[in-house]
């Protein structure tokens, strides 16, 4: 009997140590952490695709001449300038690739381009050998161009080369008589550079070359027939809206 009750007194007493001497062995360590990866925070690339409308305005320098002729009797007025502000409304759409931006652009321009040389001969049919001096004057009222346009983005800057096709009017005058207006066709070319200063809004400066293909016109009441040649260089701002 007492066996027995010493065999349970130590069996309990072990039992009970067993704890204690877990607590007084080592602890594991615990697994190391992986090292926090930095991920810089990058702005988004600006997306130049989408359709857009704006205003576009500046200032012209041209050139005109004309030929004055009855039958066989042909003068010239030399070259004349011809300058004068533009502005008008902007339509366009974009399509981007990586960094390459395209698009198709147009614009209708009121134009105050005018110019005038004093020195202008033409001739009356009934005496067509004598010259007589007069001044011929030469304006652009109205202009719009059709192009395409070529780009490279730089993110926020767009630098972009544009041609195509142009349309305007050329009205000539002399010895004080009504202008007569002739509507021709021409070509255009240029390049530009556009900036995105807010999510939905650009702003460009640009360069064009207008070229409109001769205008041929009565000049009454001389009988006289009128050549007139135009053509302009264009520096404009503009500012457009475009949809997301």
Do not use: H
Not at 38 to 66: K, L, Q
């Amino acid at each position: 009997m007492k066996r027995i009750i010493l065999i349970t007194t130590a069996t309990l007493a072990i039992v009970a140590g067993t704890p204690v001497l877990a607590a007084d062995l080592p602890q594991a360590a615990a697994p190391p952490q992986a090292p926090a990866v930095y991920v810089p925070t990058v702005a988004p690339v600006y997306n130049w695709g989408g359709i857009y409308f704006g205003v576009n305005g500046g200032y012209g320098f041209g050139s005109s001449d004309w030929t004055i002729s009855p039958a066989g009797s042909p003068s010239s007025t030399g070259t004349f300038s011809a300058t004068g502000f533009q502005v008008g409304p902007t339509l366009g759409v974009n399509f981007q690739t990586d960094a390459f931006v395209f698009g198709i652009e147009g614009d209708f321009d009121g134009s105050w381009l005018d110019g005038k040389d004093s020195s202008c001969k033409y001739f009356v049919p009934a005496t067509p050998t004598t010259s007589n001096a007069a001044t011929c004057e030469t304006k652009n009222t109205w202009l719009g161009t059709l192009r395409a346009r070529a780009g490279y983005a730089a993110d926020r800057v767009l630098f972009y080369a544009t041609a195509g096709g142009a349309y305007g009017n050329i009205e000539g005058n002399t010895l004080g008589t009504t202008f007569q207006s002739k509507s021709e066709p021409g070509w255009t070319a240029g390049a530009g550079v556009e900036v995105a200063f807010a999510d939905n809004w650009t702003a460009r400066v640009e360069y064009l070359f207008v070229d409109l293909e001769n205008a041929s016109l009565a000049a009454t009441p001389t009988g006289s027939t009128m050549t007139v040649k135009f053509d302009a260089n264009l520096i404009r701002l503009g500012v457009d809206y475009k949809f997301r």
